[in-house]
């Protein structure tokens, strides 16, 4: 029996759409972005025991450069210099944008810390004066296999008319390779941060005039 010729025509029609299926097979076997959240994986000890007063606390928007106001990873190569040249890795990413999880991990830290009730979401009731808190960052250097630096300054406020308190902080954590590793950098360095701001709610709290003991 004769093998059936292939006609020209079909074989100039085939090969586009094989050629295209297999450019879908590739898509869809690229895996997808990771992501990754600044929250506490651990508890950092026991919480305050609740005051016969309740304490409150509401935490303003985190001002950052505009470069870190990103849910991606935004990390700096060994090999270049702090502030030369950045990547950013749109296959790492935090669950939401930059800012927003950091605010999220520190006012739930911060509160953890203080026994103390967040009302940066559910917004304050009448009565309620709460400790205002503002925080910036000021750098952030993720080096992946090597360290995460951060640099915070924030300002605590009795009300909305009180006399304020300025603190500022530098941490650093050193990192093993790996994405994950330096997620869990940022993760220590927020709960440092969460510490130092808890720290000073109390020492603001325990002295008439402002003090500050981040």
Sequence with gaps: MRPTPTRPG??????????????????AAAPGPQYYSLAETTSPGPAQPAAAAPVYIELAPI????????PQFVVRKKEAPEGVQVDILEQHRWS???????????????????????????????????????VQLRQFDAIEGSRVDASFSWTLRRGDDGPSTACQADFSESV??????????????????????????NAMQARPSPACAG
């Design 10 to 27: 079909f074989t100039r029609t085939l090969a586009p759409a094989l050629a295209a299926l297999l450019v879908l097979a590739g898509c």
């Design 63 to 70: 001002a950052m450069p505009e470069r870190f106001a990103r």
């Design 96 to 134: 939401s944008s930059f800012e927003n999880e950091l605010r999220d991990a520190l006012g739930s830290g911060v509160a953890r810390r203080l026994g103390a009730v967040d009302l940066t979401k559910t917004g304050r009731q009448r009565g309620q004066q709460p400790i205002r808190i503002a």
């Design 176 to 201: 093993e390779s790996g994405f994950d590793a330096l997620a869990r950098g940022a993760q220590r360095a927020t709960a440092r941060l969460a510490d130092a701001i808890a720290g000073s709610v």
